[in-house]
């Protein structure tokens, strides 16, 4: 299971959980380690997607460094029930240098999925063959446009043509490799600025991908990015509970472990990994509260979760 605010699936078991009593029966207990960790690797984009709250940004730019990279990784491949790894956060991790080093030790030490979101204007052959030589198992493509303009209009400073280039050659460096992986998921945002067309992306990329490698194109919908944009209504009254805190832990470049990647600014801290393990932070009384609290529909003192639009859906 691969968290991500925009995907169907994720939706889809969210909309399970809605009712405290049920879900809290369900979800007393949880694992000794989150079963997805996200590690940002840094918070640095070189684009300004219409859909991104990066100009709300306040935290220091940075990359983590490969220490304490390893130290994470070390501690929850230490389990024999490993968390699934993202290796990405609120920026373009393919700016990070370290990159293919990092899957790499994150593979070597037993990690069985390791996964990425990134915007491809980066993902040139060089880096591409790298990628895949490493190990990576599962790539999300951001692609919110259809033709220059309306590439050009939602992801702001990117360039349509090496963008899609980078995509199409990618597919034919993975056959040539004769690797398996990573698969690849092309994903689409219909809205204003790209013209909604949902019709043209699916033509423009159908046969592009390789369904036998499990390639596949992912519609999905803006979301509000816990309060950094506004595009679904949110009431006062909260309707669903958020099951983030029982599966996954964000940890920011910097170290700082927080509730979720929607947390952007890394207000709502549930830790640190350069001062206590991963384990310590997951079972700690800061999380153990968090969950207590979202059980409760009781999001008070945590602004970001207060506009996120996963909780005020019916
Ligand atoms: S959506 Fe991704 S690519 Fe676009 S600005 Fe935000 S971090 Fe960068
Ligand atoms: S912002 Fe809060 S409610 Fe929204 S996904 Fe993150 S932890 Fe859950």
């Not at 019709?199 to 390789?210: H, I, V």
């Amino acid at each position: 299971m691969i968290f991500n605010a925009r995907d169907k699936i994720t939706r889809g078991l969210l909309s399970l959980a809605r009712n405290p009593l049920p879900f809290n029966l369900y979800f007393r207990h949880h694992f000794p380690l989150p079963s997805v960790i996200l590690i940002e690797n840094t918070n640095c984009c070189n684009a300004r997607c219409v859909m991104c709250p990066r100009e709300k940004l306040t935290r220091k730019p940075g990359f983590m460094d490969f220490e304490l990279f390893e130290k994470i990784i070390r501690e929850v491949s230490e389990t024999r029930r490993k968390p699934i790894v993202h290796l990405h956060g609120f920026g373009e991790p393919l700016l990070d240098k370290l990159l293919p080093e990092r899957i790499k030790l994150a593979k070597a030490l037993g990690i069985k999925h390791t996964y990425l979101v990134t915007n491809a204007s980066l993902l040139f052959p060089e880096t591409a063959k790298k990628i895949i030589d490493a190990g990576l198992d599962e790539m999300k493509i951001s692609f919110y446009g259809t033709d220059d303009e309306s590439y050009r209009r939602t992801m702001r400073g990117l360039d349509f043509s090496v963008s899609l280039s980078n995509v199409r050659e990618f597919v034919k460096l993975r056959k040539s490799m004769n690797k398996k992986r990573p698969k690849l998921i092309l994903q689409y945002l219909p809205q204003k600025t790209n013209g909604a067309a949902t019709k043209e992306f699916k033509s423009m990329w159908r046969s592009a991908l390789d369904k036998r490698m499990g390639d596949c194109l992912n519609i999905s919908s803006p979301d509000n990015f816990g309060g950094g944009r506004a595009y679904n209504p949110v009431g006062e009254k909260i309707a669903s509970v958020c099951f983030y805190p029982w599966s996954a832990l964000s940890v920011l470049w910097n170290g700082k472990a927080v509730t979720c990647c929607m947390d952007y600014n890394g207000d709502q801290e549930v830790g640190n990994v350069n001062l206590h393990s991963v384990k310590e932070i997951w079972n700690g009384s800061e999380m153990s509260d968090i969950r207590k609290n979202f059980g409760r529909l009781d999001y008070g003192g945590f602004p970001t979760c207060q506009y996120c639009d996963w909780v005020h859906r019916q």
